[in-house]
């Protein structure tokens, strides 16, 4: 029984930190976070997000509690939805190095 | 808004008689709305005649030949102050003026500019200042173009930006012809703006409204630089010019501007020159392009950093000295800090904490030395609070910065030994070194998001400075919503390169605004440049038929985000701390469903149009095709579909 209940908690800890980006994406747009971090994580009135976003336990811990102007999620998005979120940000490519975009090099 | 056509004396008997008799029985005190079926009695609408005065054509009276109305002498004494423009939508009570501008005044210095919102006319006049140095008279109808033009007014007098507005009216309640004229006349027609402009006045006869025009421009030419307003009386405009009167106007002569004394001024630069890390911070300190090379040649005199907040261009963006975005390298370590027309000085030196209480804390050390060169010292009114939070400084000097600055330096260099040099030379070599690592970091941080769609605006930035930066151009809107990136990547180093926004942070100024700076641009064959958002496009779209009527050559590109942004993030934090749905918040607070066609917008006010772009390889040949149309002298809009900022 109690190796069960282990095994539940590791899988649920595993799809936690895995994620669906799909539905993490959908969360993103419908929750309007891209307002403030653009829909690509790249920051705007909020700070960038993506590439290379906070771990999971990081971002559900921020968004419950944030500082600065951030308002608090603290019931209108679950744990799992926020590793959604954290999975779809995790998708989203670096952009090229800067010494390869001529536009910002003139 | 309606505006009626002229009637004469035998039209305002009849309608007056007709209108007593409409009135009789009706009751005062009845609401302005009653539910369907109420059997309240509603109140007497106007009557045939009274309509007919409003909306009919003019009324068959005798004519009254006049050949040289009041009109005439305003006309001479706008002509005499070197007025080129008259922003104005049509007004009845404004009539005689009109007419005389246009046939008296042979429609040149002032031209009469057409309008479609008194709010336009004096956002206009806003704009148009910050590139000529000079103002234009916005002509408003009466009590409600006065209405719709307050706003506005508060913009420019927010940003010490002069205009002189013309207030129809008709005094004498005997002039009045009907109902309308009574609902557009008032006591006192200033009012309404009086607790946002610099002065006003009610000439009754034309010696008094020469004498009263020469202050009126004197005044809002004289730092602080502000709007200010004068009414002009119908029926002073339209009777004769009396024989006796000699049409003299007076002589306005050379205005200088307020500097501080000597002594206080060598005071200052004793401190600058001993100071071991000296800050300036200016506002609007650049009011022309003088102010600009003095405040540069004061910072690199004495290697100071430059905090640019960019309510003008005060300081090149990409000169090493300037620090506009990382004030927290500088000012928790300065010594002194010296403000420049700074518009709010306090929150310059302070940080907010989070929460309902702003908790405010200081972030200059124990110590340090806070100066204030400002000309709104001078010069502050009560109702209105724009004044800001009071700055407990150590040193306020009441003067113009841009006129004390040639001053002050002089006296630093004479303050000035080869011991502080050689310091002050150390100083410098460290800030150099610093800008480069400052720069690629904002470089990177363009980066992200760089082939997104929505589009980003930092892409949109680099896109257009790809296409401007060999022109003779001018950003006529400011940057504030899309995180600046134009003052952060762009090397902007001439003051006509950059003029801020809006003063009161009203909404409805761009359009307006911008056509007004494009029309003094244009005598300098220089592109101008307005991103424009889409909520405070939306408040006065009609300025793009006026730049069309014009040939105004404006490029305006539309930071089209479909939203309110910055109140979707306001409400969201509200659903946020109520605990309460967040994804609820685009209610009220975004453009969509429909989503707003501009070029097509544009395209039905006849300027060339295209869009919406909506991804960032389409937005190179876009922007070509609209530079190369404001080079022709045309007005040309993009809608880019935009990132939130």
Known sequence: MIRVACILLITAALALAQGNPENGKRVFMKQMCYRCHGTDGQGGAGPRLAPKPISTEALIKYVRNPTGQMPPYTNQVTDAALADIRAYLATIPAPPPVKDIPLLNQ | ?645
Request: charged share 20%; net charge neutral.
């Open chain 2, 1 to 645: 808004m309606a505006k009626h056509k002229g009637t004469g004396r035998r039209g305002f008997l009849k309608g007056a008689a007709a209108g007593a008799a409409a009135l009789v029985g009706s009751t005062g005190s009845a609401p302005a709305q009653e539910p369907a079926g109420s059997a309240r009695p509603a109140a007497a609408p106007p009557s045939v005649p009274q309509r007919a005065l409003e909306t009919g054509p003019v009324a068959s009276v005798s004519a009254e030949i006049i050949e040289a109305p009041g009109s005439d002498y305003m006309v001479d004494v706008f002509k005499s102050l070197g007025i080129e423009y008259y922003a104005a939508n049509p007004s009845s009570t404004l009539k005689s003026l009109h007419e005389s501008i246009l046939n008296y005044g042979g429609n040149q210095a002032p031209e009469f500019i057409t309008c479609t919102h008194e709010e336009a006319s004096v956002a206009f006049g806003n704009g148009y200042y910050k590139i000529a140095g000079k103002p234009i008279v916005a002509g408003l109808h009466g009590t409600v173009g006065s209405q719709h033009a307050a706003m506005a007014v508060y913009n420019a007098y927010c940003d010490q930006a002069p205009v002189i507005v013309i207030m129809g009216n008709i005094l004498d309640a005997g002039q009045r012809r009907s109902y309308v004229d009574w609902l557009h006349s008032s006591q006192d027609v200033a009012a309404i703006l009086r607790e946002y402009t610099k002065w006003d006045d009610s000439p009754v006869s034309l010696s008094h409204f020469g004498e009263s025009a020469v202050r009126a421009y004197k005044l809002a030419m004289t730092p602080p630089l502000m709007p200010v307003a004068l009414v002009c009386d119908e029926p002073l405009q339209e009777r004769p010019i009396p024989r006796e009167f000699d049409r003299h106007i007076p002589k306005l002569g050379t205005l200088a501007a307020p500097t501080a004394d000597p002594a206080t001024v060598t005071q200052l630069a004793k401190m600058l020159v001993a100071a071991e890390s000296p800050v300036f911070i200016a506002s609007r300190c650049a009011r022309t392009a003088a102010g600009m090379k003095s405040l540069v040649e004061l910072a690199e005199l004495l290697q100071a950093p430059v905090v640019d907040q960019h309510f003008r261009l005060n300081f090149p963006t990409r000169h090493p000295l300037n620090y506009s975005y990382r004030t927290r390298d500088v000012i928790p370590t300065a010594d002194v800090v010296v403000g420049f027309e700074v518009m709010d000085f306090w929150a310059s030196l302070h940080a907010f904490g989070r929460g309902r209480e702003a908790n405010p804390r200081r972030i200059t050390k124990p110590g340090a030395k806070i100066v204030s060169i400002t000309a709104t010292d001078l010069f502050t009114k009560s109702v209105y609070e724009n004044f800001q939070r009071f700055e407990d400084s150590d040193l306020a000097i009441a003067a113009d910065a841009e006129a004390t600055l040639p001053f002050l330096l002089e006296a630093v260099k004479r303050e000035m030994t080869p011991g502080r040099q050689r310091a002050i030379e150390a100083r410098g070599a460290k800030h150099a070194a610093a800008w480069p690592k400052a720069y690629e970091q904002d470089k990177l941080a363009a980066s992200y998001g760089w082939d997104s769609s929505p589009i980003s605006t930092s892409r949109l930035s680099m896109e257009l400075w790809a296409q401007l930066k060999n022109e003779d151009f001018s950003l006529v809107n400011d940057t504030v919503f899309l995180q600046n990136w134009p003052l952060r990547l762009w090397d902007l180093k001439q003051h006509h390169q950059y003029i801020g926004g809006r003063g009161g942070e009203g909404l409805g100024y761009g359009p307006p605004a911008a056509a007004g700076a494009a029309l003094a641009n244009k005598k300098f064959g220089r592109i101008s440049l307005n991103i424009q958002g889409d909520g405070d496009f939306m408040y006065c779209p009609g300025a793009l038929w006026t730049a069309a009527h014009h040939k105004i050559p404006l490029l305006t590109v539309m930071h089209n985000n479909r939203a309110y942004n910055q109140e979707v993030m306001l409400v969201q934090r509200m659903a946020g701390e109520h605990k309460r749905a967040i994804d609820r918040c685009g209610i009220g607070t975004t453009l969509t469903e429909p989503n707003i066609d501009y070029a097509k917008m544009a395209q039905s006010m006849g300027v060339e149009a295209e869009g919406p772009v909506t991804e960032a390889k389409n937005l190179a040949p876009a922007i070509a095709r609209g530079v190369a149309a404001a080079r022709r002298g045309e007005p040309y809009l993009i809608d880019v579909v935009t990132q939130g900022r």
